[in-house]
Structures are given as C-alpha cells and as structure tokens.
C-alpha cells in the first residue's frame, strides 16, 4: 500500500527534477497554410488535422486552413467535415442552413488510413496544396 507521505514526496521529487515537455508553441516551428481542393475544386468546409502536435484549424472560404505555429516534423493530414450543431433549433427559430460540404472519401479521416503527408521545416514549403480526387 502506498502511504500518503510517500507519495506526496514522490510528486514532490517529480516537480523539482521538472519535466522535459515544452508547449508545442515554444519548440521550433513555422506557420503553415494547407489548401483543400477536390478534383481542383476547393473544399471550403470542414476541419484540417495533422497527427502528433501539429494540431487543427477549419477551413475558411478560401478552402484553406492557416495554422499560426507547427513544430518542424512530418505529419499526416487528416481532412474532417464540418461539424453540425447537435443543438436543435428552439421553437420559433429558424435552423441555419446547412452548409454545402463536398464527400470527404473515408480515408482521409484517420491518421491511420489517410495518404497526405506534409513535412514543416524551416527551409521548405510554408504553403502546401492537397487534392481528394489526386491519382496516389
């Protein structure tokens, strides 16, 4: 059994020894944009997520998602739909339209299925450009 004061000193020691984590905004890194097209077309809605730290951003009009700060590294792209409020309107309220979103195959959904990659580092692309409908 571990007793209380044990344990508070095993925290203790943790805490003073520290901990290498760094916010992934302080490690090396740039900003980045990621373009979504389907068939050459723009995909203006849903969400962009790199696996790892590289984090998320939703796609803007433009079909395109601007990350502010991802560490250098390799990542997978995943492509997301939109989310749909779970919310139903109140009575009375009109529901907001829904918004016109292109097919988003399965596997660009997991990090284990899809085929996008990117590489951030500090002297290549800033601005990348993926395609659903691209022959692999």
């Given at each position: 059994?571990?007793?209380?004061?044990?344990?508070?000193?095993?925290?203790?020691l943790?805490?003073?020894?520290?901990?290498?984590?760094?916010?992934?905004?302080?490690?090396?890194?740039?900003?980045?944009?990621?373009?979504?097209?389907?068939?050459g077309?723009?995909?203006?809605?849903?969400?962009?997520?790199?696996?790892?730290?590289?984090?998320?951003?939703?796609?803007?009009?433009?079909?395109?998602?601007?990350?502010?700060?991802?560490?250098?590294?390799?990542?997978?792209?995943?492509?997301?739909?939109?989310?749909?409020?779970?919310?139903?309107?109140?009575?009375?309220?009109?529901?907001?339209?829904?918004?016109?979103?292109?097919?988003?195959?399965?596997?660009?959904?997991?990090?284990?299925?899809?085929?996008?990659?990117?590489?951030v580092?500090?002297?290549?692309?800033?601005?990348?450009?993926?395609?659903?409908?691209?022959?692999?």
């Open positions: 059994m571990i007793c209380p004061g044990n344990l508070l000193s095993l925290c203790s943790w805490v003073l020894c520290g901990c290498t984590y760094e916010p992934d905004n302080q490690q090396p890194g740039r900003a980045i944009s990621i373009t979504v097209l389907s068939g077309q723009r995909v203006t809605a849903g969400q962009v997520d790199l696996s790892g730290h590289g984090g998320g951003s939703s796609l803007n009009d433009q079909g395109m998602a601007i990350f502010n700060h991802v560490p250098y590294g390799k990542y997978q792209v995943m492509i997301l739909p939109p989310e749909q409020s779970p919310v139903p309107a109140e009575p009375g309220q009109t529901v907001p339209p829904a918004v016109a979103t292109t097919s988003i195959p399965r596997q660009f959904l997991s990090e284990k299925t899809t085929p996008l990659t990117i590489d580092n500090a002297e290549g692309e800033r601005d990348f450009t993926v395609d659903l409908q691209a022959p692999n």
